[in-house]
Every structure is written in C-alpha cells, then in structure tokens.
C-alpha cells in the first residue's frame, strides 16, 4: 500500500465526516414486532469493491466505515437491541502489515470521530475479542468510547475485534478448568449456562440472524458457539454497498423463515397461537 495513499486516508479520517444520511422510509412488509433482537454481520467484500474500482484495498476499508454507519443508524431506527460486527479477526493480523497498520488507523480515527454521534444516538459500545492484542492507541481510543457511551440505553454495538471464535472457546475452557482445579466447580457442574458466562458475550443474548456479505459462504471464526441456531443469510453485495435497504431486505428474509430449534413446523404452529387463529378467520 503506498506511503501516499495512507497519508491521504489519514488526513480524510481526520477532516471528513462519516455521516451518511438514511433517508428511506421503513418497509411497510417489515414487521417491526418481530425483529430480531441480536444482529451479527460478517462484513466482508472491501477489499474486492475497491479492487474492482482499480483502487487499493484501504479504500473499501474507508467506504466499508460509511456502511457500518449506515447500519449502526438504521438498526437503531427499527430498535434492534443488539449489532455485533466482524471488523478484525485475530487470523487478520497475517495480512500485510501496512493493510494492518491502516486498518487500525482507520479504527481509531473512526471511533474518535464518531463518539459523540453515537452518544447523541444512544448507542452502546462494547468490544468482544483479545482486546489486550490491540495497538495502544486503539485501546485508548476504545475504553474511552466505551466510558463515554456506558450510559446509553439504546442500540448495543459490539464490535469483534481481533476476534477468534476458537481462541474465545479455548479461552473459556481455560478458565473453567482452572475454576474445577481450585475446586470452585465440579465437572457435572459445567452447563451450557456455565460455559456460556464464560464467553466474551456473556451479557448478550446469541443473535437471531447473521448477515455475511459479499459472497462467501463460510463463519470465518466468528461466533461458532453462539450462532448455534441463528438464521444465515448470505449477500452477494460487497460491504461498502451494503446499506440500508440491504438490511431492510435480510430483516424481511428472515420475517419468512420458520425457527424450528428441532421440533416439527407442526408443533411451531401450534406454539403460534394468534396467528394461526388470525390464518383460520
Ligand atoms: C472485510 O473485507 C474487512 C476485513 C476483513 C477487515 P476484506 O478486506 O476481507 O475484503 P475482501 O474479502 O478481501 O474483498
Ligand atoms: C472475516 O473476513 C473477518 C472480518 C470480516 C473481519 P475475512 O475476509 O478475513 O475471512 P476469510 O479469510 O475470507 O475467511
Ligand atoms: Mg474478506
């Protein structure tokens, strides 16, 4: 990446504002009285949207930050109740150092310049992941976003930040092993409850949907416990296109699936009381 291009990235983080403007009316076929309460998106695609532009990888980067805050401001339009995104894995500190380094600029340059806004917004900021393994800076700039917006009420933003599914699940065990070692807890004690206090996202319920953009169609180390009986949808849109009427279009994909959690559609619908009786008159 050159040297020039990250000056010009730097000095646009400082200067510009991110505000991209939701204009769009809500759906009227989106059911707001059955949205999910947790939403988990593996934002991918800015590098191959920038690529296609003839542009470096650290462009779609920049634009990708304009599509989070499409999203973060239209979940808490509609009052999804919590957004986690995949910004950083920890298998993404492997990529070349100087998209690493720009990356992490662009985290705290964003973070710094969208505090305010997100504290006017009554978000939330929250942070899963090896948060110890981020450059100082970045910490810095995310215990005070996370000072400042502890009050909120509204939307929860978690951002997964060199986050590793695994590495959390180890992690975990690690910490209830040594809990049965001390002799704090025994084996037949460990529940899902157990192991779930244990997670990063212990105080989070598990998200009801997960959107993974631009056209692949894996986890990438993303939440494996948690996504358990998520529902997946997948958008051949690159992140940096992704905005609001993309979101609207995975919230009203999900509306027409049946969360079936094993039992048969028979038993669901009788578990649906009213709206089997409002199909019946
Ligand atoms: C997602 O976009 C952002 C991060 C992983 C940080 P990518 O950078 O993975 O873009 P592609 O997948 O190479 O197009
Ligand atoms: C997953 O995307 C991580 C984030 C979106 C932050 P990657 O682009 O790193 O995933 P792979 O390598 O294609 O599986
Ligand atoms: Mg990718």
Not at 15 to 40: G, Q, V, W
Request: aromatic share 10%; with cysteine; hydrophobic share 35%.
């Amino acid at each position: 990446m050159n040297i020039l291009l990250r000056e010009a990235v730097r000095y646009f983080c400082t200067f510009a504002h991110f505000s991209y403007c939701n204009t769009m009316n809500i759906p009227e076929s989106l059911d707001l009285s059955r949205l999910p309460k947790h939403i988990a998106i593996i934002m991918d695609g800015n590098g191959r949207w920038a690529k296609e532009r003839g542009e470096d990888r650290v462009y779609g980067h920049y634009e990708g930050v304009v599509s989070v805050r499409s999203i973060v401001d239209a979940c808490g339009k509609v009052g999804i109740g919590y957004l986690t995104l995949y910004a950083f894995s920890a298998e993404n500190w492997n990529r070349p150092k100087a998209e690493v380094d720009a990356l992490m600029e662009l985290l705290v340059n964003t973070i710094r310049k969208e505090v305010d806004e997100l504290k006017k917004n009554n978000v939330k900021l929250h942070v899963i992941g090896d948060f110890e393994s981020l450059p100082e800076s970045c910490k810095k700039e995310l215990n005070e976003a996370r000072e400042i917006t502890s009050s909120n009420t509204g939307l929860n933003l978690i951002l997964a930040l060199s986050y590793s599914s695994r590495g959390e699940i180890t992690a975990a065990t690690r910490r209830i092993a040594a809990k049965v070692a001390k002799g704090e807890l025994s084996p037949e004690d460990i529940t899902d409850a157990v192991v779930e206090k244990h997670l990063y996202t212990s105080d989070y319920p598990d998200p009801e949907l997960m959107i993974r953009t631009s056209g692949e169609y894996r986890i990438s180390n993303f939440l494996l416990y948690q996504l358990a009986y998520s529902e997946l949808y997948f958008s051949d849109v690159h992140w940096p296109d992704f905005r609001e009427p993309n979101l609207y279009d995975a919230l009203i994909n999900y509306q027409q699936r049946e969360r079936r959690f094993g039992k048969t559609s028979e038993q669901i619908q009788m578990t649906k009381p009213t709206e089997v009786k409002g199909d019946d008159e």
